[in-house]
């Protein structure tokens, strides 16, 4: 399968811990994009990636939060001391600059749970 | 604020018969529409879009409408099928500017045999 894939899937952890996602994208794209879905929501933006280079970081990502893409293939986003409200599915998408515009392609996501 | 607004939580539909989810937004700076169907325990997958040069853009059963004026887009299926049955999602964009996406709450399509 050639498709973004995300690990882990779910993840459980204690209020204060700290937790890393890791996103592979699709090899050829250059673009790499975090969100954020809870519950009866849609996918909000968090960050963004062209090659290593991150662009631009929501309001929403505080500064317990860091997204790194060393290498400009695969990235990771560490949330640090981890609160009730981080709850929720992250979201990893990526793209390639010169195909239709907006075109994500997202995997299938990984939950966390702040117990 | 929501900038992108659906405000059908749920539709439900028999199949054969036209589904239509609707879409509102505020930033009039969008100028790129999106949908995405997302189906459970998989993430959004892209299935249509529209440029604001633009007032439909169809392909297959799908047909994507946009009225400027009214900050309104609309996402028809016809005919509906079963497998259509998801949560489908708005999105809107500058193009240009950031890459974001801004989506909207989404709305689950129940397409009835």
């Known amino acids: 399968d050639t498709g973004v894939s995300q690990d882990p899937r779910h993840k459980i952890t204690k209020r204060g811990q700290n937790v890393t996602f890791r996103c592979d994208p699709i090899?050829?794209?250059?673009?790499l994009y975090w969100y954020r879905q809870t519950l009866g929501q849609g996918p909000e933006f968090l960050t963004y990636f062209q090659n290593e280079a991150q662009l631009e970081k929501s309001r929403l990502l505080s500064d317990r939060f860091s997204a790194e893409r060393p290498k400009g293939s695969f990235s990771t986003l560490e949330i640090q001391r981890t609160e009730q409200g981080d709850s929720a599915m992250y979201l990893c998408?990526?793209?390639?600059?010169?195909?239709?515009?907006?075109?994500?392609?997202f995997g299938e996501g990984s939950r966390l749970t702040v117990l | 604020d929501q900038q992108v607004k659906q405000n059908s939580p749920s539709l439900s539909v028999q199949e054969g018969r036209i589904s239509i989810l609707n879409c509102d937004y505020t930033?009039?700076?969008?100028?790129?529409f999106l949908w995405y169907k997302k189906y459970p325990a998989e993430g959004p997958t892209f299935l249509i879009s529209?440029?604001?040069?633009?007032d439909k853009n169809e392909d297959g059963r799908f047909t994507v409408f946009l009225n400027k004026s009214a900050k309104h887009l609309s996402l028809h299926i016809v005919p509906s099928q079963p497998g259509d049955s998801a949560v489908y999602f708005c999105?809107?964009?500058?193009?240009?500017?950031?890459?974001?996406?801004?989506f909207g709450k989404g709305t689950k399509l129940t397409v009835n045999p």
């Open positions: 998408a990526s793209s390639l600059e010169v195909q239709a515009w907006g075109e994500l392609f």
């Open positions: 090899s050829e794209h250059n673009r």
């Open positions: 529209i440029s604001s040069i633009k």
């Open positions: 930033n009039s700076m969008f100028d790129y």
């Open positions: 999105a809107a964009s500058i193009q240009g500017g950031s890459e974001k996406l801004v």
